[in-house]
């Protein structure tokens, strides 16, 4: 029968959460997880010291203590003390098959509250689980309390219950994300809302929308019908999208890119079309040197910002096309001239893309946005500057004139990982990409290995210069692979991406170990 541990009184063979069979009931838990409250009552002593739930991510402190433990019991409800937490009761509630209300837990149920003194910041909790008394999982916030929950959920799914005693658990960085690049590729609405649950359960909180690209434009526009390429998200879509975001504590980030990536909007203005000194059109680039192509792009941005109530906005940056030429000024001739009579002698084409970005910046600014921009977006030296408070999303030393990590960081930046090496999912494997696997994540990578495997010196890579990490899905090669496959691609990476950003220590389970706890909690 092997070793037995026990939880709420009863003896439990280990790995008994999900049974041989896997069967799930409707709310996510297995089936002979459930036992009955008269089962629960009888007393049985513990074979073994309690361990720590099994987790995705590992929880980062706990203590054991005595008791028998917690797990789902006929009867036993999920209570909110606070209104504000009222929905994460009904959640989790509802994912374990059980009831929810509001008050005082009793001996079997678990108790939902709000805490300032939980320390850690506003993602932290605590989980309790004394020998009377209802379990209860506090924190500084409702995002917290929810981390929690999905503590709870994952440690009855891997091993039936919680153990006796006191869990402390909070992320190391503070942006934990997904990106995906949905222009390239169409993914419908229920796709996007299911990767949601996925993420947060995981306790990611961003989630990356690359909606405009050089092959399509996908989500509904009402000013400029014409850019907009089917299928789409209509933006009612986009809402729900971000309505059930906001339930899970996960902020939706939109990206326009530009100057470069622009194609299908400037296919249906091909006027605005930026042209090289020979007269050819350059791929996706618009011409900014152009007050109509200015007007086109603020326009699309003051239409969606307020479809996006998060704190942040990528406005792109990476891949202008006169950029990545040897000599951009001999090369553009217009552009070269118009940098000069724009900021003097010394202006160069990069001013030029200097200055677009932070004109089109000001549409997010003025809303209150954050704006985040890719690493070769922001460029050293030259008049114009770059704001020190545009967040750098850095993701290639691989192009041409990349400036290294640390070389930002020097300047007093903040970085979000986004390292092509590990966390780009690139469909079709183009240009030398290779897909993610989660082993390499696990194994090799940490958020302060942001360019190539090298890490950047220990102190430039802290939680407050390395804000954290995205796990990237960009469609090349759109065809490559259907939705389910990209669905199945991204499970590991996301799953070991998920435990390096949140606990910084190396992860104590081999990687067989993890590979079988991730599918066993999800």
Not at 177 to 191: N, Q, S
Not at 246 to 255: A, G, N, Q, S
Request: net charge positive; hydrophobic share 40%; glycine share 12%.
């Amino acid at each position: 029968m092997g070793v037995a541990v026990v939880i709420v009184g009863v003896a439990v063979p280990v790995g008994v959460g999900l049974g041989g069979d896997g069967a799930r009931r409707p709310g996510g838990l297995p089936e002979r997880a459930r036992i009955s409250r008269q089962a629960a009552a009888e007393p049985t002593r513990y074979a073994v010291a309690p361990r720590a739930p099994r987790t995705v991510p590992a929880v980062r402190v706990y203590r054991a203590g005595g008791g028998p433990g917690w797990r789902p019991v006929d009867g036993a409800r999920v209570v909110a003390r606070a209104g504000a937490l009222a929905d994460e009761a009904r959640r989790v509630a509802g994912e374990l098959g059980l009831g929810s209300g509001s008050g005082r837990g009793r001996t079997g149920d678990v108790e939902l509250a709000l805490d300032k003194g939980v320390p850690g910041g506003r993602e932290a909790y605590r989980i309790t689980v004394p020998v009377n008394g209802p379990v209860r999982i506090t924190g500084p916030s409702d995002a917290g309390v929810f981390y929690g929950t999905r503590t709870l959920l994952q440690a009855v799914r891997s091993g039936g219950g919680l153990p006796p005693g006191v869990i402390d658990d909070q992320p190391d960085r503070a942006q934990r994300g997904f990106m995906l690049d949905i222009a390239r590729k169409h993914f419908p609405r229920a796709w996007i809302e299911e990767r949601l649950v996925e993420l947060a359960d995981l306790k990611y909180n961003q989630l990356g929308l690359h909606f405009s690209d050089d092959q399509a434009f996908r989500i509904e526009s009402d000013t400029h019908p014409e850019v907009v390429s089917d299928p789409h998200l209509t933006k009612a879509d986009v809402r729900r999208i971000v309505a059930l975001a906001r339930e899970l504590h996960i902020e939706v980030i939109p990206e326009i890119d530009s100057p470069g990536h622009l194609g299908a909007v400037l296919a249906a203005h091909p006027a605005l079309r930026l042209r090289n000194a020979d007269g050819d059109v350059v791929p996706g680039a618009v011409d900014v040197t152009k007050p109509a192509a200015a007007r086109l792009v603020d326009e699309l941005l003051g239409e969606y910002v307020p479809l996006f109530p998060g704190r942040y906005w990528h406005i792109g940056g990476d891949e202008y096309a006169p950029l990545l030429s040897t000599d951009p000024e001999a090369r553009y001739p217009h552009l070269a001239a118009a940098a000069r009579r724009k900021y003097g002698p010394n202006g160069r084409v990069q001013d030029l893309a200097v200055g677009w970005l932070n004109d089109r910046a000001k549409v997010p600014v003025k809303a209150g946005k954050r704006v985040k921009a890719w690493n070769d977006g922001i460029y050293p030296g030259g008049v114009a500057k770059t704001p020190k408070d545009r967040e750098v999303e850095y993701w290639t030393g691989k192009e041409y004139r990349a400036r290294d990590p640390q070389l930002y960081l020097a300047e007093g930046r903040r970085l979000v990982n986004l390292n092509d090496e590990y966390l780009y999912y690139v469909l079709g494997e183009p240009n030398d990409f290779a897909y993610p696997t989660g082993r390499r994540i696990y194994e090799e990578w940490t958020p302060a290995v942001v360019r190539g495997t090298a890490p950047v010196p220990g102190g430039l890579s802290g939680p407050d210069r390395i804000l954290g990490a995205r796990l990237a899905v960009w469609c090349d090669l759109a065809g490559a692979q259907t939705t389910d496959q990209v669905a199945a691609g991204i499970r590991l990476p996301l799953a070991a991406l998920a435990q390096k950003v949140w606990d910084p220590r190396p992860p104590a389970l081999s990687w067989a170990a993890f590979q079988e706890l991730a599918g066993r909690v999800r």
